[in-house]
């Protein structure tokens, strides 16, 4: 099945669920990288005769911001979407519904959707090491239950879960910061999906422009840049007693 990949991964967790999805049905033949602040998305024209992926994060119940201002400016052109959410094991709430919207006034074909489990991007211990052994059997099951949806022909717009109007937007304000070990070697402003650190000064850093989504501390060769330990400590013990549940994989079709 002829694939693109369309997906925000600011830290890998996203991208590993989409490793799972597109390789059972065959691997991505094209990967469109929405954390690339310089890309031409308006340029970017899907074929109806490709299956598109389109993956983010949910981040508190929310679709990325600059997530869905890059999907929004490229053409779907008709392409059956299949959307997923990330999420880390507390809950994605609206996260599913905006991307659906987003795909939709693209131009997509929206026929199926995914809510997957990933570890958690800033608290580490929550999820940790998910993606697993169980959640990849799962998905590569439900994968194959999408290829007989769309090899039957069949493009029904699934019944997917959200509110409109989508919950109050807003992340954590746990903006990472360069530690002593901090060379200045600029990759963390060069990788940022949001140009928000200061390729000269890796220490200034637009905290309203920020997402948090943790690529700075994910991409530093050095382990030089971190959040706040008392913050991290609180939010931990916050999703400690929210995410002691164990999440599955969810299918809507």
Not at 27 to 38: E, H, Y
Not at 232 to 253: D, N, V
């Amino acid at each position: 099945m002829n694939c693109t990949t369309i997906l925000f991964s600011p830290t890998g967790g996203t991208g590993k669920v989409a490793e799972i999805l597109a390789g059972a049905w065959g691997g991505a033949g094209r990967t469109i990288d929405l954390t690339d602040g310089g890309a031409d998305f308006d340029r970017i024209t899907l074929d109806p005769q490709t299956v598109s992926l389109i993956l983010a994060p949910s981040y508190a119940g929310r679709a990325p911001t600059a997530a869905v201002e890059r999907l929004r400016r490229i053409h779907g052109g008709g392409s059956p979407a299949v959307l997923v959410c990330v999420y880390g094991n507390r809950a994605y709430e609206d996260t599913l519904a905006e991307l659906e919207d987003t795909a939709a006034e693209a131009g997509f074909q929206v026929v199926a959707a995914v809510a997957a489990v990933a570890e958690h991007s800033i608290v580490r211990s929550v999820a940790a090491g998910r993606p697993d052994a169980a959640d990849r059997a799962r998905l590569q099951q439900m994968a194959e239950t999408i290829r007989a949806k769309l090899d039957a022909g069949e493009r029904g717009r699934p019944m997917i879960p959200g509110h409109r109007p989508y919950k109050k937007g807003g992340v954590s304000r746990m903006v990472p910061a360069p530690t002593p070990a901090c060379t200045r070697c600029g990759l963390c402003a060069a990788r940022c999906p949001v140009g928000a650190i200061d390729p000269q000064d890796p220490g200034r850093v637009n905290a309203d422009a920020c997402l948090c989504c943790m690529r700075c501390v994910a991409v530093c060769p050095h382990g030089a840049r971190r959040v706040d330990a008392a913050l991290l400590a609180a939010l931990g013990e916050k999703l400690g007693a929210l995410c002691a549940r164990r999440r599955e994989p969810e299918l809507y079709l």
